[in-house]
Nanobody, 113 residues
Framework: VQLVESGGGLVQPGGSLRLSCAAS????????MSWYRQAPGKERELVAYITNSDRPTYYLDSVRGRFTISRDNAKNMLYLQMNGLKPDDTAVYLCAAGLADYWGQGTQVTVSS
């Protein structure tokens, strides 16, 4: 089982990033998928959640309207489009499968001028 995130980086406030998570080794289309984030010194928090049938069902209040979770079951890919980024969005972003059955290693997102 492997989840590999990519797309993180340094961006100015107000900018955008698109995170990707490549999944392999399990039946991706059968799993609900999530994006989490963890900032230094803070608890890991659920950012967004999408069902196996491509229905976004949850967004963290602070990102709703700015972030969009999506997936491509044909490509075994999960995405997080992040717009209007703020310094408070700075964190390591991780994708997870199921009820946190599987985790990726994460990709760093830094929002700073």
């Amino acid at each position: 089982v492997q989840l590999v995130e990519s797309g993180g980086g340094l961006v100015q406030p107000g900018g955008s990033l698109r995170l990707s998570c490549a999944a392999s080794g399990f039946s991706f289309s059968s799993y609900h998928m999530s994006w989490y984030r963890q900032a230094p010194g803070k608890e890991r928090e659920l950012v967004a959640y999408i069902t196996n049938s491509d229905r976004p069902t949850y967004y963290l209040d602070s990102v709703r309207g700015r972030f969009t979770i999506s997936r491509d079951n044909a490509k075994n890919m999960l995405y997080l489009q992040m717009n209007g980024l703020k310094p408070d969005d700075t964190a390591v972003y991780l994708c997870a499968a199921g009820l946190a059955d599987y985790w990726g290693q994460g990709t760093q997102v830094t929002v700073s001028s």
